[in-house]
């Protein structure tokens, strides 16, 4: 791992601050971690930082969309950590059954070790929203769940089902992540639940 450079500015507390440089300069590299779905364009795949930074722009845009008392606030700082395990672990394609079935036990150990390079306060509060976001009890957890699904269906729909069809995925197979849709916000499973019929129209879907 690349060591902050040091530091002599009065007036802080360099040890923080060393611990708080570490954790910045290691999430630098979800900026390399590739992901399946492709851009709207589909130029080329989108890496896991993009793509937290995208769920976080979306929960802001629809955020009227969230059921009423939502902290939308509390659900962008879910959102931006919510991938940071993907350093250690990688992107777990959501129709890999193998990968799926060891993604849990990979990303809590990366959780263990990423979120403690952070002083001890800010480490409880990343690990918190880390482990809200995995158990999703809360609505601003159901909500954040919600959109990180919502965004590459989009990407899907908009690429003409390119990693779908690659993938042979069924509507059966996407109709499943939908109902994480419907669960955090019924207008947004609607809408989801529209997309899908009208990708399997388009025949962007697999058949089998």
């Known amino acids: 791992m690349t060591e902050p450079a040091p530091v002599f500015t009065s007036g802080i507390d360099h040890e923080r601050l060393t611990s708080q440089l570490r954790f910045v300069l290691e999430v630098d590299k979800l900026k390399r971690v590739l992901r399946r779905s492709l851009l709207i364009d ?3 795949r989108e890496n896991s930082a993009e793509h937290s930074w995208h769920v976080a722009v979306l929960a802001r845009v629809f955020a009227e ?3 009423a008392g939502t902290d939308i606030d509390h659900v962008v700082n879910m959102l931006l ?4 395990v993907e350093i250690d672990a990688g992107d777990t394609y959501i129709y890999d059954q193998a990968a799926v079935s060891t993604q849990a036990e990979r990303e809590r150990a990366a959780a263990d070790r990423i ?6 306060d800010q480490a409880v509060w990343a690990r918190n929203l880390w482990d809200e ?5 809360t609505p601003e957890a159901r909500f954040a769940r919600a959109i990180d699904r919502l965004s590459p269906l989009l990407a899907n729909w908009h690429t003409e089902g390119a990693m779908w069809r690659q993938f042979k995925i069924s509507k059966d197979d996407v109709l499943k992540n939908v109902k994480l849709i419907s669960e ?10 529209a997309l899908v019929d009208d990708a399997e129209r388009r025949g962007y879907l697999s058949r089998n």
């Open 65 to 67: 969309y969230a059921p």
């Open 42 to 44: 589909g130029a080329r």
């Open 133 to 137: 976001f995995e158990e999703r009890k």
């Open 184 to 193: 955090g916000s019924e207008p947004l499973g609607a809408y989801a639940l």
């Open 81 to 84: 950590v919510h991938d940071i």
């Open 115 to 120: 979120f403690a390079l952070l002083p001890e």
